[in-house]
């Protein structure tokens, strides 16, 4: 296991520092669809971690973001995004990471997300807790919504379906705000670090979430579905992570708003006129 996590750790550092080198220099980006961006680092830094894992970890799966990976029949498999983030990366907003997952059997078992701006190295092993550089981490301890700070995201794709806004309605006058960043891998690392108290998001991908996830229970957090049920990396159609004191609140008012009830009445447009 030890060298599992010192293997992603590595290269992670090796993708990250490729990564500032591309972002200092304010690259341009390409369209993948309507509105998925997608840079010359997102390609570099996948090329790199890929070759790395395939050079070290010759019979492992892979899943990334960019190229969908390589598969194999092997219990490991590996869920890479080599640079979560990249609308912001190419807006030059300095909030972008590189993510690993490792996954045995079905079941995550070691988690990087490097944040090469700051230097911070976020990881985790199954039954062996969560990590800041060298610091171990615990989730927040905020124990209901009113204390809370939440995070969020909106999807590229299919940005007109999205209904998301008013779940962030509802959270931003629950809570003490919600924030949108830009990377769901960094917020997953954050709720695990404390500095964020809940997020979720529709629509992510295995390669958004699957080191975070691992952090986040890691550092004694939960992770469902927005409804209450077991969280599948696959299948599940929306994630809630969170430091499990608020989970079972946060339910409660997710199932209110799924069900078209509101606590709070979404403002009339025509008086700001």
């Known amino acids: 296991m030890e060298s599992y996590l010192e293997a992603a750790q590595e290269i992670a550092r090796e993708a990250g520092a490729l990564l500032v080198t591309f972002f200092h220099r304010r690259i341009g980006y390409n369209l993948k669809g309507d509105f998925d961006l997608v840079t010359e680092a997102d390609l570099a830094s996948e090329k790199l971690v890929m070759e790395r894992l395939q050079a070290r970890f010759p019979s492992h799966a892979i899943v990334a973001e960019e190229s969908g990976g390589r598969q194999s029949s092997s219990e490991y498999c590996w869920y890479i995004d080599p640079l979560d983030g990249t609308t912001n990366f190419a807006h030059g907003f300095p909030v972008f990471c590189v993510s690993m997952g490792l996954e045995r059997s079905g079941q995550m078992i070691a988690a990087v997300i490097y944040d090469p701006l700051r230097e ?49 309605h509802q959270m931003a006058m629950a809570t003490h705000g919600v924030r949108r960043a830009g990377s769901a891998a960094l917020d997953l690392a954050y709720v695990a670090a ?47 992570a969170d430091n499990s004191l608020v989970h079972e609140e946060t339910l409660q008012l997710f199932r209110d708003i799924f069900a078209g009830r509101y606590a709070v009445p979404l403002p009339d447009v025509k008086t700001a006129v």
């Open 120 to 168: 911070e190295m976020f990881s985790a092993e199954r039954g062996a807790g969560a990590w800041l550089n060298n610091r171990r981490l615990h989730v927040s301890s905020a124990a209901c919504l009113k204390d809370a700070l939440a995070a969020t995201g909106f999807p590229n794709r299919k940005r007109h379906k999205s209904i998301n806004v008013h779940f962030y």
């Open 194 to 240: 404390g500095r964020l108290d809940v997020f979720w998001e529709f629509g992510l991908r295995p390669w958004d979430m699957a080191a975070g996830l691992l952090l986040v229970e890691e550092a004694g957090g939960r992770c469902t579905d927005m409804l209450g049920a077991p969280h599948s990396l696959l299948t599940s159609p929306h994630l809630l």
